[in-house]
């Protein structure tokens, strides 16, 4: 069994990561780092707490560290473990510049371990849905794609990384993130993008608000968000020269995992009466319409991959390099809303170093 140590007992350390590490039986979730109260022995009485992120990657007992921390500690955090010898998993975004990711990478394979992002979302029912429709050619030649993430909240949290004007913050780092690997996964990279940006809340927030356009050779991919979005319709709209595929509901992982709803329970990520998905195709001269209930999730994946490739069992599914490419995307589309032009994607993400949002003006 390897031992797991957790950076951080927030939101994503108390939801996602320990639930599921705990549910993993490859997996013992070991150490908890918190700098105050010691609030995870209540959940978990049997881990240790480390007051130090130094004590964790010193403790030769620990074979994967979770850097689940605020964006900008992502990169020193996750090099300081793969020095230390650890396999490490990170949040997404990956990392802030592609500099980083790039130094990130090399690094894990001189130190042979595995390193990885926490790409949650391609485990959900709205990626695995789009994912099996599009395979199935139904729809034919895909034209058009358009992915949402709203919210209603109007609210400013206490998060500075996600509320403040400082790079990586807002929603088109940690919402976006999720639409761009799920597009890269459907349709691989796109050869530009054209976005708007900006904050609704206040003006002198992060981004909360997001219209970005991908550019394929016959295809547009429109990424959406919007924090002031009461009633949603489709989360997923598909459309093709044969059909239209729309995606509505959401995922109830989330929601259970919050509830102390863990894989392995009853009804796990058994999707709702709400989450469907209307199919709409033309073929022979002959209509369809149909309704069709939404995939199952299954995040328990993600870790048994992580606990399959540690151990030289299967291949690494979620690989750093798919996420740094998002990070490129991302850089391009705050680069093309700040200057209101289209930015051309080249195929050498190398050429792209530059796009280090701490440098630019």
């Given at each position: 069994?390897?031992?797991?140590?957790?950076?951080?007992?927030?939101?994503?350390?108390?939801?996602?990561?320990?639930?599921?590490?705990?549910?993993?039986?490859?997996?013992?979730?070991?150490?908890?780092?918190?700098?105050?109260?010691?609030?995870?022995?209540?959940?978990?009485?049997?881990?240790?707490?480390?007051?130090?992120?130094?004590?964790?990657?010193?403790?030769?007992?620990?074979?994967?560290?979770?850097?689940?921390?605020?964006?900008?500690?992502?990169?020193?955090?996750?090099?300081?473990?793969?020095?230390?010898?650890?396999?490490?998993?990170?949040?997404?975004?990956?990392?802030?510049?592609?500099?980083?990711?790039?130094?990130?990478?090399?690094?894990?394979?001189?130190?042979?371990?595995?390193?990885?992002?926490?790409?949650?979302?391609?485990?959900?029912?709205?990626?695995?849905?789009?994912?099996?429709?599009?395979?199935?050619?139904?729809?034919?030649?895909?034209?058009?794609?358009?992915?949402?993430?709203?919210?209603?909240?109007?609210?400013?949290?206490?998060?500075?990384?996600?509320?403040?004007?400082?790079?990586?913050?807002?929603?088109?780092?940690?919402?976006g993130i999720h639409m761009v690997d799920s597009m890269l996964c459907l349709f691989g990279?796109?050869?530009?993008?054209?976005?708007?940006?900006?904050?609704?809340?206040?003006?002198?927030?992060?981004?909360?608000?997001?219209?970005?356009?991908?550019?394929?050779?016959?295809?547009?991919?429109?990424?959406?968000?919007?924090?002031?979005?009461?009633?949603?319709?489709?989360?997923?709209?598909?459309?093709?020269?044969?059909?239209?595929?729309?995606?509505?509901?959401?995922?109830?992982?989330?929601?259970?995992?919050?509830?102390?709803?863990?894989?392995?329970?009853?009804?796990?990520?058994?999707?709702?009466?709400?989450?469907?998905?209307?199919?709409?195709?033309?073929?022979?001269?002959?209509?369809?319409?149909?309704?069709?209930?939404?995939?199952?999730?299954?995040?328990?994946?993600?870790?048994?991959?992580?606990?399959?490739?540690?151990?030289?069992?299967?291949?690494?599914?979620?690989?750093?390099?798919?996420?740094?490419?998002?990070?490129?995307?991302?850089?391009?589309?705050?680069?093309?809303?700040?200057?209101?032009?289209?930015?051309?994607?080249?195929?050498?993400?190398?050429?792209?170093?530059?796009?280090?949002?701490?440098?630019?003006?």
């Open positions: 069994m390897l031992n797991v140590a957790l950076c951080s007992y927030g939101m994503s350390g108390k939801v996602f990561h320990a639930p599921l590490i705990a549910a993993e039986p490859g997996l013992n979730l070991h150490t908890i780092l918190q700098r105050s109260e010691p609030t995870a022995l209540a959940d978990y009485p049997q881990v240790n707490i480390a007051k130090t992120f130094e004590e964790i990657i010193a403790n030769p007992v620990i074979d994967l560290v979770v850097v689940n921390t605020p964006n900008e500690l992502h990169y020193p955090m996750t090099k300081a473990a793969l020095l230390a010898g650890k396999h490490v998993v990170v949040e997404k975004p990956f990392t802030l510049s592609l500099d980083e990711g790039n130094e990130l990478i090399a690094l894990a394979q001189q130190q042979q371990k595995i390193l990885s992002v926490f790409q949650n979302k391609r485990l959900e029912s709205d990626h695995l849905d789009a994912q099996k429709i599009i395979a199935s050619g139904a729809l034919g030649r895909i034209v058009e794609v358009e992915w949402h993430y709203d919210r209603y909240r109007t609210n400013i949290t206490h998060k500075k990384w996600k509320e403040d004007k400082l790079p990586g913050s807002g929603t088109w780092f940690d919402l990279k796109p050869g530009a993008v054209y976005a708007d940006m900006r904050s609704l809340r206040r003006a002198e927030g992060s981004t909360d608000y997001f219209n970005v356009c991908f550019h394929y050779d016959d295809m547009r991919v429109l990424l959406r968000s919007n924090t002031f979005v009461s009633e949603k319709g489709a989360t997923v709209s598909i459309h093709g020269d044969k059909g239209s595929f729309l995606k509505f509901g959401q995922d109830v992982q989330e929601g259970q995992l919050m509830q102390g709803v863990i894989p392995g329970k009853s009804g796990w990520a058994q999707p709702g009466d709400d989450n469907y998905s209307v199919q709409h195709t033309h073929h022979h001269g002959e209509t369809k319409r149909q309704v069709v209930a939404g995939e199952r999730g299954c995040y328990e994946k993600y870790y048994r991959n992580i606990v399959e490739a540690i151990l030289d069992k299967a291949p690494l599914l979620f690989l750093p390099e798919q996420s740094l490419l998002g990070v490129e995307l991302l850089l391009a589309g705050e680069e093309s809303a700040r200057n209101g032009v289209l930015i051309y994607l080249t195929s050498d993400s190398q050429q792209r170093k530059s796009y280090d949002p701490r440098y630019l003006p």
